[in-house]
């Protein structure tokens, strides 16, 4: 090699290691000034709900623990699809994140015929904050204690029975009509417009059980008002170690539902490494932690290649429960 060539190749060698020195000092400089301007939390459901009833102290937890404000923001409507699709086209920086259940995530793919998002190539978990069980609750005086006291009741009726949902192609409508096939009972599904209006149902008597989130009736439970029959998971909770769960009473495969952040695809490693870590200091506050248990749920949290993986886990349980029950196609 002549002195000319030797210059050329020392120069372009040079020059390389200059670039990727000065992307190495980016990058470093990016992971350690994030973050530096306030946070949105985007709620997929309206305000008041159980959701935001956790993103909002999680959002006062996450501005001290980050110096910046974590400002919750409510995108409701479209089955969670509005708020969800929101962050899924918003920039991966960390500074747009989303808060929801595992509804418009594992659940709506496998019943609507179009998404505007894809819950895998569009999202990357933060960390989970809960887990949720789904329960079927009727009224304290109803004449069943467990499951097997429940279908025998429903067999003998004379009478058509009916259970209230939160929504078709919701978790509680697809774990009822799981439960009606499973144990052989034929309950009509009665679906509303939401938690709140489903839990008045059986309460009123309009239907005779609900499936809802435990957070929307542990207030009701507590009160005496209504009483659990089974909730989903594999492990009784803590708040009512006496209530079984469905794999107990026979029904099996019904996992529980889940509170947990995501960010946009393509956030930066660095970035989800320091929110992650700030969501689980949070959740472990005795504040939050409280709060989750006293709503009915399990404080619980992830890395995110873990939640990244319960999502795909949970992606194919909903869709073989939805084929199991002949299906759901909403528009």
Known sequence: MNFSSFASHAGRVLTAAIALSSMNAAWSQASTSFPSRPIRLVVPFPAGGGTDLIARPLAANLSQALSVPVIVDNKAGGAAMIGSGFVAKAKPDGYTL?????????INPAVFKKMTYDSVKDFTAVSQVSTMPV?????????????EEFVDFVKKSKQPLSFGSTGPGSASHIIGEVVNRR???DLTHIPYQGSAPAVNAVLAGHVTAVYADM?????????????????????????????????????KGLRSSWVAVFAPAGTPQSV??????????????????????????????????????RVQVDLANWQELVKDIGGISLE
């Open 98 to 106: 989303l808060i929801t259940v595992g509804s418009p995530i594992v």
């Open 272 to 309: 989800l490494h320091t929110l992650s870590d700030a969501v689980a200091k949070a959740v472990h506050t005795k504040d939050i932690s409280d709060l989750i248990i006293r709503g009915g749920m399990e404080p619980s949290v992830s890395l995110p290649a873990e939640m990244n993986h």
């Open 215 to 251: 957070a929307a009736i542990a207030t009701q439970v507590d009160g005496g008002k209504l009483k659990v029959l089974a909730v989903t998971g594999t492990q009784r909770g803590r708040t009512r170690p006496d209530v079984k769960t469905f794999e107990e009473q026979g029904v």
């Open 135 to 147: 329960a079927i609750a009727v009224q304290k005086s109803f004449p069943a204690n467990n499951l």
């Open 183 to 185: 144990l052989g009972v």
